[in-house]
Every structure is written in C-alpha cells, then in structure tokens.
C-alpha cells in the first residue's frame, strides 16, 4: 500500500476475524485509521490489535442499528479518559431492511435518544463525532445548529447529494466527508458528492470488513480488506483529476485535522 494512505473508517475487530494476517501486512507501510467499536469487548480485542499494527486512533459509539444503551457508561468513561479520537459511530439508520430501521415515530424516538446522548457527550468533551446516516440526511440538517458547535463532524460513508454537503458546510458544520467503496460500485450520488467537496473536507474509508468493492481483476473476497483503501483513493484521484500521491496526501492531511491526530 502507498506510505501515507489515512483510513477514516474501519472495524479492526470485525476485519480480524475474517482475515487473520492483515495486521503483518500493514507494518511499516505508514498506514493510519480511526477504528470504530461499539461495545466493551470488541474494544478490548481492537486494543490488544495496537502491539501489531502502526499507531491508530479510535472511535467508540452506539450504532444507530444496534440503539440500546447497555454501552453508553463505558462510552462515556472512554470519552473522560481521553481515549477517543472520536464519537460514533453515531447517528440514523432508516434503511428499512429491518423492523427496527424502518421510520416510525417509535424508531425514531429511541434512535433520537441514543443519538443525543452522543452528541451531548461530544460537545461536553469537545471531541468529534463520527456520522453514520441512512435515508436520515434531513436529520443531519435538524440537529445542524448542535452539530456546528463540535470540533469537527465526519460523515462516514456520506451518503447525501453535492448539494447536501455544501449545505452542511454552509450551516457552519466543521463536516468531513468521507468516501469509500461506494465510489468503485458505481454509486453516482457518492461518485458526484465526491467530486464536489471541497479538498480540504475529503476522507477516504474501507469500512472494511464491510462494504466490500466489487472486483473484477481482484480475486474475489466477500469482505473488504484494510488493502482496498488504495484502489478507493484511486477511485478519489480519477474523480477528482488529480494524481493518486496528491489524493492520498490530502486525505491523510484531513484525517489529521478531522481527529485532531498526530503524525
Ligand atoms: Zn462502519
């Protein structure tokens, strides 16, 4: 992989279980990421990951497709330790492919709750929150006037139009948008919003395991890899026209400044 590719949003833990050496072939290849768990465990075995991988920084949220509160003591006593480099991921999930995701008034009530939980603990923190939107964006533009007031907003797997994002923006949201498989699996909305952003609010994403590109020259894997990062930046670079160092340069610039991370 390229030396300087940043990773917005991936699940080490999820990732390890279906590929079990992917931590060997990233050291020393510079690779960073923001790893996403979402209960105890789960952050435990991605801890236990940083004696094999380079140095990375985390996220811990309750998901909006899993809204139950059993986690929200130990994400709160994670966000006053200073562990996170952000909250989430957090946010809506109306995707209708289960019960619990199609709108309703009682859906939206419970993911409302969990929701603003995050958010509040985000902005007593000062700490950003990591978004995760489907069929919700009108929410990201209700809730815009608290959402203003964090250090930054990172919009994984954004799913809005151009036009949404620039209206994020213009809201006065420090937004990050980023970007990944969607943009090699023919999603115009992404490929569009994508071209659109401005440079300085560019993520790039694996969501690896999930999300997986669909390959035609790659052998064939049912999950994506920590490795897709790079053909998603390349994806990124012809979107953009502009070359694949100046892409993965400016979203590794971004990433630094969305979680506030060091080199
Ligand atoms: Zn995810």
Redesign the pocket.
């Known amino acids: 992989m390229s030396p300087s590719l940043a990773d917005a949003?991936?699940?080490l833990a999820d990732l390890l279980d279906r590929d079990p050496g992917f931590p060997e072939r990233l050291s020393g290849t510079g690779w960073i990421c923001c790893a996403?768990s979402h209960d105890e465990p789960e952050w435990e075995r991605v801890e236990a990951l940083r004696s094999r991988l380079p140095p990375f920084v985390s996220s811990f949220g309750i998901?909006p497709q899993w809204p139950v509160w059993k986690n929200a003591d130990f994400l709160a006593r994670l966000a006053g330790e200073g562990r996170l480099a952000a909250i989430g991921?957090a946010g809506f999930d109306f995707f209708a492919d289960r019960p619990e995701r199609v709108r309703d008034e009682a859906n939206e009530r419970t993911q409302r709750e969990v929701f603003e939980f995050q958010l509040e603990l985000a902005l007593s923190r000062g700490l950003p929150l990591l978004l995760?939107l489907r069929k919700a964006m009108d929410l990201a533009f209700a809730y815009a006037p608290r959402l203003r007031r964090l250090p930054s907003a990172i919009f994984?797997?954004f799913p809005g139009s151009a036009r949404d994002a620039e209206t994020l923006v213009a809201k006065g949201i420090n937004a990050f948008f980023s970007f990944g498989a969607p943009l090699l699996n023919g999603n115009k909305r992404a490929a569009a919003a994508c071209a659109a952003v401005p440079s300085d609010r560019l993520l790039a994403?694996t969501?690896a395991p999930?999300?997986p590109p669909r390959r035609s020259t790659h052998v064939a894997a049912d999950y994506c890899r920590a490795e897709d990062l790079r053909p998603i930046v390349e994806g990124i670079a012809a979107l953009r026209g502009i070359d694949l160092d100046e892409a993965g340069n400016t979203v590794r610039r971004n990433f630094i400044r969305a979680f506030s991370a060091s080199e």
């Open positions: 949003h991936i699940h996403s998901h991921e995760h994984h797997s994403e969501d999930w999300q």
